[in-house]
C-alpha cells in the first residue's frame, strides 16, 4: 500500500473516477473511505513486470478478478493459489487474477466505464456504483443463517434500497497506542476521554519526544470523521441528508485546534499517522493509527503498549462516545459482465463460505478483521489482549459515513477543518459553509 498521505486521495477517488464510478482503498469505509488493507510495516509487492502471467484459459467460462498491490508480503502468491483451487475444483471456469500496481483506482474506473472492467473486483461501495450498472445485488447470497453472522454495520454499508451489493473481504479499524513503560513512569494512565488525552499530550512532551502524533497535518485527515463520531455526530442521515449540527462540529475541531496550539503534537515525522514508525521509534509516546500496524509495533517494541479506540470528546451534547472507523475492501460482481451467476458463486465461495480463506486473508499476510463474525471468533491472533480490544471496540464503536458519502464531500470538509486548525478560522461558519456544500453535492447524486 502506498502512504496514507496518497492514500487519503487515493480512498476518495469515489465521486472523481469516470463515468461517476465510485472507488475507495483500503481504510475506512464509506463513500471512498476504505481503511488499510496493506501498510508501510510490509514489504513492497514486487513491480508489475514480475507479476506473474495468469494461467492460460481452457475452454468454459473465464472470470477476471481485480486486485490493487497490497503491500504486505505474501499475499499477491496467495491470491493466485486461492484463484487456482477454485478453477480446480469447477468445471468449466477458470479463474484469471489481475494484481494491478500503481494508480488501481484510475485503471478500474476507466475499465469499467469503457464495459472493459473485471467480473469482480475489489472497491468500496458508493451510490454511484449503483447508478453506473458497476454492481450487481447479492441478496441471494445472504440467506437468513449467513446474514446473522454479519456485523449488520458490515451489511449496512453496502446496502442501498434494501439490496446488498458487496462482500467485505477485511474490515480495518484504527485504535490509540500509548507507550505503557513510559507513561507508568510518568503515572499517568492511558487516557479515557478527549481532556485526558490532551493533558497527556501536554505532560509527555519533553521536546526530543513529543506526546502524541495524529499525523503530520496534526490529526486533520485521522479526525475528520471519528473526531465528529466521538463527539456522537452523525454526516449522513437515513433521509438521506447531511445531518451534522455546524456548531457541534465546529466544537469538536475547536478542540483539535487548541490541542494544536500546545505544541505537544509530533509534527513532521518521516512517515504519516498510517505507519508506526514515529511511536516505535519514540518520536512520540502516543500515536493514533490502525489495527494493521500491531504486528510491526510488537516486533520493535513487544507488548509495551496500550491501546483503545479514541477517547470520547464532550462538547456538551450528552453523545460523546469512544469511536473508531470501520473500513475495509469490498468485492463486486460487475453489473457490466458476462458471466453473473458465475461471478456471484465465486464470491460466495471465497467471501461468504470460505471462512478458512477469509482469516488467512486477514491475518496470515497483515493484521485485519474478517467480516463473518464467526471467522472473527474462530481466528486465535485476534482473541485476546490488545488484538480483542481492537476487534470488540470495532464491533461497538466503528462508523462509517456510508455510501451517499462522496469525494467531494471529504474535500469540502477537510478544506474547512484545515482553516479552523491551521488557519484560525471562525469555525462555526467554516463548518456551516461545508454543510451547504456537502449538501448540495448530495442532492446533485440524488437528482
Not at 457541534?248 to 513532521?268: H, Y
Not at 512520540?284 to 510491526?296: E, I, N, R, V, Y
Request: hydrophobic fraction near 40%.
Amino acid at each position: 500500500m502506498t502512504t496514507r498521505t496518497s492514500r487519503r486521495a487515493f480512498l476518495r477517488m469515489a465521486a472523481i473516477g469516470s463515468a461517476g464510478v465510485a472507488l475507495a482503498a483500503c481504510g475506512r469505509g464509506g463513500g471512498g473511505e476504505a481503511a488499510p488493507a496493506a501498510e508501510a510495516t510490509a514489504a513492497p509487492a514486487e513491480a508489475a513486470a514480475d507479476t506473474p502471467a495468469a494461467a492460460p484459459a481452457g475452454e468454459g467460462v473465464v472470470l477476471t478478478q481485480w486486485y490493487h498491490e497490497y503491500g504486505e508480503a505474501g499475499t499477491q502468491e496467495a491470491v493466485y493459489r486461492i484463484a487456482q483451487e477454485y478453477s480446480d475444483m469447477t468445471d468449466g471456469v477458470t479463474i484469471e487474477v489481475t494484481w494491478s500496481p500503481g494508480d488501481y483506482a484510475t485503471k478500474l474506473n476507466s475499465a469499467l466505464a469503457a464495459g472493459t472492467g473485471p467480473d469482480v473486483y475489489e472497491s468500496s461501495f458508493n451510490l454511484s456504483l449503483v447508478q453506473a450498472g458497476h454492481v450487481v445485488p447479492l441478496d441471494d447470497l445472504f440467506t437468513p443463517e449467513v446474514r446473522a453472522d454479519f456485523d449488520e454495520k458490515a451489511l449496512s454499508l453496502n446496502t442501498i434500497d434494501g439490496h446488498i451489493y458487496g462482500v467485505y473481504m477485511i474490515i480495518d479499524t484504527g485504535l490509540l497506542y500509548s507507550r505503557k513503560s513510559i507513561l507508568d513512569e510518568a503515572g499517568i494512565a492511558h487516557p479515557t476521554t478527549w481532556e485526558e488525552l490532551v493533558d497527556a499530550t501536554v505532560a509527555l512532551n519533553t521536546g526530543r519526544q513529543k506526546g502524541l502524533f495524529l499525523g503530520n497535518d496534526g490529526g486533520i485527515a485521522a479526525l475528520d470523521d471519528i473526531g465528529p463520531y466521538a463527539a456522537g455526530l452523525t454526516f449522513v442521515d437515513d433521509t438521506p441528508s447531511i445531518s451534522f449540527d455546524p456548531a457541534e462540529m465546529a466544537a469538536v475541531f475547536e478542540k483539535v485546534r487548541d490541542l494544536n496550539n500546545t505544541d505537544a503534537l509530533l509534527i513532521g515525522s518521516p512517515t504519516d499517522w498510517w505507519d508506526p514508525s514515529a511511536f516505535t521509534q519514540g518520536l512520540a509516546a502516543m500515536q493514533w493509527t490502525g489495527l494493521w500496524a500491531m504486528p510491526g509495533i510488537r516486533q520493535q517494541i513487544e507488548e509495551d503498549f496500550y491501546v483503545s479506540q479514541l477517547p470520547p470528546i464532550d462538547i456538551g451534547n450528552g453523545k460523546s462516545t469512544y469511536s473508531t472507523f470501520w473500513g475495509g475492501w469490498v468485492q463486486f460482481v460487475n453489473g457490466g459482465g458476462s458471466h453473473l451467476e458465475d461471478s456471484m458463486a465465486y464470491v460466495n465461495w471465497q467471501w461468504i463460505e470460505n471462512t478458512d480463506w477469509q482469516n488467512e486473508w486477514a491475518s496470515a499476510y497483515g493484521f485485519h478483521v474478517p467480516a463473518r463474525k464467526s471467522a472473527a471468533e474462530a481466528n486465535a491472533k485476534l482473541s485476546e489482549g490488545n488484538p480483542k480490544i481492537a476487534v470488540d471496540g470495532l464491533y461497538e464503536y466503528g462508523r462509517a459515513n456510508g455510501p451517499y458519502w462522496t469525494g467531494a464531500m471529504w474535500t469540502a470538509l477537510d478544506d474547512g477543518i484545515s482553516n479552523i486548525v491551521k488557519n484560525n478560522a471562525d469555525a462555526v461558519p467554516e463548518m456551516e459553509k461545508v454543510k451547504a456544500t456537502c449538501q448540495e453535492e448530495l442532492s446533485a447524486l440524488l437528482a
